[in-house]
C-alpha cells in the first residue's frame, strides 16, 4: 500500500499505541487505520484516563481529496470539532481511516482520541458547520459595527425580540427615514 497522503513510499505496519495496530508513513508520518482495531484498542487497550486538552498546537492537515490505499476509493473528509480546522479522511466504503502527522496527538488534547466514529456522523458534522457558520456571523456584524455598537444592538435585539410591542416597534425602526 502506498502513502495516500505523500505518495512516496509504502507504508509499513507499526503501532500507534499499545496494541493499536496501523500502516505508517516514514515519509509524512501519517497513518492508516482499520476502524476494527481502533474499536478494539477502546474497548480493551486505551487508557482509562481520558487526557485533558492543553494548549492546542497547529497541526498541518493535508487538503487534497486521498485515495484509499486499500481499496483506491476516494475518502471523504470529517472535520474534528470546531477549534481545529483539521480533517480525517475515511474511506466509506472499507472504513478505514488517516491521520496526518500530529492529528492522533490533536485528537488526545481535544478529548476526542477515543470517539473517532462520532466525527462521522452527519449530526457531528453539522453541529461543526453551525457553529463555524454563527462564528462568521459574529465577525462580519463585529467588523461592520464595531465592538460597542455590536454590543449595543445585540442588547436592543435582545430586547424588542419578547417585547409585547415588537411588531409596532419594528414598523417605527422602518419608517425612521419619514422623520
Ligand atoms: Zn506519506
Ligand atoms: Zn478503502
Same mark, same amino acid.
Given at each position: ?10 507504508? +509499513?505496519? #507499526? ?7 496501523? /500502516?505508517?508513513?516514514?515519509?509524512? !508520518? @501519517? ?5 476494527? #482495531?481502533?474499536?478494539? *484498542? ?11 486538552? @492543553?494548549? %492546542?498546537?497547529?497541526?498541518?492537515? #493535508? ?9 483506491? $476509493? ?5 472535520? +474534528? ?15 478505514? /481511516? *488517516?491521520? =496526518?502527522? @500530529?492529528? *492522533?496527538?490533536?485528537? !488526545? ?8 466514529? #462520532? ?5 457531528? !458534522? $453539522? ?8 462564528? %462568521?456571523?459574529?465577525?462580519?456584524? %463585529?467588523? %461592520? ?10 442588547? /436592543? $435585539? =435582545? *430586547?424588542?425580540? +419578547? ?17
Amino acid at each position: 500500500m502506498h502513502c495516500p497522503s505523500c505518495k512516496t513510499t509504502h507504508l +509499513i505496519p #507499526s503501532l500507534l499505541e499499545h496494541n493499536l495496530p496501523v /500502516f505508517s508513513c516514514n515519509i509524512c !508520518q @501519517g497513518s492508516f487505520i482499520e476502524i476494527l #482495531s481502533y474499536r478494539m *484498542w477502546v474497548d480493551h487497550s486505551a487508557p482509562a484516563e481520558k487526557k485533558t486538552a @492543553g494548549m %492546542l498546537l497547529a497541526v498541518d492537515d #493535508s487538503k487534497h481529496a486521498m485515495v484509499c490505499p486499500h481499496c483506491a $476509493k476516494i475518502m471523504s473528509k470529517y472535520q +474534528i470539532s470546531e477549534h481545529t480546522p483539521n480533517k480525517i479522511d475515511l474511506c466509506r466504503n472499507c472504513g478505514r /481511516f *488517516w491521520l =496526518d502527522a @500530529g492529528e *492522533w496527538r490533536l485528537l !488526545q488534547e481535544l478529548g476526542l482520541y477515543l470517539e473517532i466514529p #462520532s466525527i462521522f456522523n452527519e449530526p457531528w !458534522q $453539522k453541529a461543526i458547520r453551525k457553529t463555524v457558520s454563527k462564528k %462568521l456571523r459574529e465577525e462580519k456584524l %463585529l467588523t %461592520l459595527f464595531g465592538v460597542a455598537d455590536y454590543q449595543k444592538i445585540k442588547e /436592543f $435585539k =435582545d *430586547w424588542v425580540k +419578547i417585547h409585547p410591542k415588537r411588531a409596532q416597534i419594528m414598523d417605527y425602526l422602518n419608517n425612521l427615514s419619514r422623520d
